[in-house]
């Protein structure tokens, strides 16, 4: 077996190289198409008569309680039927009637959903879709995009898309949001109706952002809600303040997202996000007083260290207040408003240089002036005074001698 497994990679890989060199295409792309497959449909055969024998066999067995066992089964039949050749004396009538059992068996298979054959085989159609459309874009020039949904909520497969770069830069451009998320919001709608493709919108979620979900539920107006979010206390500042949690989050420990350095927990909470898995949720009053009842516990035992108060906090920053909001009144301790005295005149200041020297030389002489004047009338004034002083004595003397 494996002598002939060499011999047929050995052909296998010529095949591709004589492909590759005809047509000028690299070696890769057509071991991709050799693998895939050109066909996406495949043909229908007619069910020979073999088949439906086999076919009506296993029912039969099925029927009585005894079904075929294991994948063995099946091949042991066949095996059994082959020896037989009993199908080979079959009426004309037999056989049109064991045909007709099995359409109708395929029939009843086939309306009947079963998830994992259905995942089966949208995958395989993915696979090779995918593999067409890289070969048409790539022998034509041409973009190629293209979506599969699902028909209904039990569907156990995602929904496919596929858009090349160009195509998925202008729906961004067009629409304001990527390919992927019109066919994520297509098949919102026919799973769940306009209610499931506008709560997979991008627009404003009710039930998920914190401002609205304080202000529909908890009563909280525009002015009231926190506009940023606390990440660092989030227990004590979100959960036991507004009585609100966030749900589904992807993170053990909560932290601002832009603190995430891979790629993979980005996208974890991007798909949370995206599907509804994280959002915000109102607490009842029971679990409201359970999360206040283990924060406190948390702080008494030290876990979570409480904020350091102010050594000034109750106290009214205004020194002219208290802290309930009176007003102080010392009288005469308070210091009177200074006013602003108003300008009686302006000088006018001559710009010529000779008219501003004489009015400097003016104003020097008329101090000199005053100055004198001064000096004149403090030595008058000191002779007055030792005159009288002259006086005084002389009238003292004049007594001492009467009394003699």
Known sequence: MSVDIEKGRAKYIALIDTISANHNRPRPYIAAQMYAGGRLVSGKRATSDYNAFISDQA???????????????????????????????????EKAWMQKGLQERKAMNSSAHKPVHINTVIENFSSRLDTEVAMVASNTGGHVFYGCVRGQASDMFSAREYSSPKVDAAF???????????????????????AGALRLGTGAKADKGLGDILIRDRGYNENTIPHTMNYINYEKAIVVQYRVELVGSTHNVMENPGNIKTGAALNALLSALTQGVCYWKTLT???????????????????????????????????HRTATGKVIQEAGKARPHKRRKAVKSVRTVQEDHEEEGEAVGKDRGDEDEAEDSDEEEEGSGGDEGEGDDDDEVEEDGDEESDEE
Do not use: C
Not at 69 to 81: E, H, K, N, T
Not at 287 to 304: C, D, I
């Open 59 to 93: 029912n039969a067995m099925r029927e009585s309680g005894t079904p075929l066992v294991g994948r063995d089964g099946m091949p042991a039949l066949s095996i059994q039927v082959s020896k037989d050749k009993e199908w080979q004396n079959l009426d004309p009538e």
């Open 172 to 194: 961004k451009m067009l629409f304001k949001q990527s390919f992927g998320s019109m066919v994520l919001k297509v098949d919102a709608y026919i799973v769940a109706g306009l």
């Open 285 to 319: 009053a029971a679990e409201w007083a359970a999360r206040k009842l283990a924060h406190e516990l948390l702080e008494k035992a030290g876990v979570v260290v409480k904020r350091k108060q102010r050594s000034d906090a109750g106290k009214s920053k205004n020194p």
